[in-house]
């Protein structure tokens, strides 16, 4: 593989280009951002591999692998606006976004055919690349070892008719992605340890990496992506790899779970009241939907559930420092009357 690239073979898009003021097109040359490290980050340019340094203003928190950015030779010196960003709610019980990735066109979303199978999972995947504007496409691996692979395909097609389901096997998945793999595009693998994503991105870039044992009748195993990273497909287009994900919070995502959930969506405007529950209030629809047998009920719990966690968590990080402070005022005012009534 060629250590220098045209910007077009990096994905570079004419919008990035009218972000570009005269005077950085004259003093500054576009990266893309392909690895994001503590106090340095690794970008791709015409001229090749880079590494660079941060400028005080920016964090590694605010980049993410896939971002176009202008540098001067050794230094970042601004990111340019993005066409996508595919983003999670950070880990713990602070309202912090972490980023997954940037700019990418379309999201493979890695499952297999045992019992990794989630629906459930995939639903999330699903609104998540939605919420981002960018295409999903569910890879079904390890489809050469259960005896009917079409009934697994079977099932993830039912979860959306609208997604293309590729059933592959990762070790030689052929030509089966290579609508989405091609120069100038770009593709993120999403999904959860031990799918075989390590594999697959192996087999499209091929480039060798470590693969940990994976017990076939489980699926329990260790990823072996330790970070994200931009890799070149064979291809031509660019790869976006990410480590197993345990855990996958959704975050400003309404747009996306509507998308996702649009039968229950256009169900529950037809509802006879605004703030309808969907469960016992007269006149609604979508429970008529389930009385019918048109909507399954585990589906309208999962639509719930993924309506009622982006709602808590797409609060801001101000909004939830401000419901810090007034939980606090009001656990000390709480004390002080306390203390008052006790003669303290």
């Not at 594999?199 to 992506?225: M, P, S």
């Not at 400003?252 to 229950?264: Q, R, S, V, Y």
Request: some cysteine.
């Amino acid at each position: 593989m060629t250590d220098t690239f045209s910007l077009a073979d990096l994905g570079w898009a004419p919008d990035f280009l009218r972000q570009l003021t005269l005077d950085e097109l004259s003093a500054l040359l576009p990266c893309r951002i392909s690895a994001v490290h503590r106090t340095r980050i690794e970008a791709l340019g015409r001229t090749g591999p880079l590494n660079l340094m941060l400028p005080p203003a920016l964090c590694t928190a605010d980049i993410a692998v896939g971002d176009w950015a202008l540098h001067d030779g050794a230094r970042l010196v601004r990111l340019l606006d993005r066409r996508s960003t595919l983003a999670r709610r950070a880990a713990g019980t602070g309202a912090d976004r972490q980023l997954i990735a940037a700019n990418v066109d379309t999201l493979f979303i890695v499952t297999s055919c045992n019992a990794d199978f989630n629906p459930a999972r995939i639903e999330r995947y699903l609104a998540l690349a939605r919420a981002a504007a960018v295409a999903p496409v569910v890879v079904l691996t390890k489809a050469d070892i259960p005896p009917d692979p079409a009934a697994w395909q079977d099932r993830a097609a039912a979860i959306d008719r609208r997604v293309p389901v590729m059933p592959l096997d990762a070790r030689a998945p052929g030509d089966r992605l290579s609508d989405w793999c091609r120069p100038g595009q770009t593709v993120a693998l999403l999904g959860s340890s031990g799918v075989g994503k390590t594999t697959l991105a192996n087999a499209l870039t091929g480039a060798v990496q470590a693969t940990a044992a994976i017990r076939e009748d489980d699926a329990k195993g260790r990823h072996t992506t330790t970070g994200r990273h931009l890799r070149r497909l064979a291809q031509g287009g660019w790869l976006i790899d990410t480590p197993g994900m345990r855990e996958l919070r959704l975050s400003d995502a309404g747009a996306g779970i509507a998308a996702t959930f649009d039968d229950l969506d256009a169900l529950a405007g037809q509802c006879r009241f605004a703030d309808c529950n969907h469960q016992t209030e007269p006149g609604c629809a979508v429970q008529a939907a389930i009385g019918a047998g048109t909507v399954d009920p585990a589906r309208l719990a999962r639509w719930q559930k993924l309506r009622r966690e982006d709602r808590i968590n797409s609060e801001t990080l101000a909004e939830a420092h401000a419901r810090d402070r007034a939980f606090g005022k009001r656990t000390r005012a709480a004390l002080r009357d306390k203390s008052r009534l006790r003669g303290d």
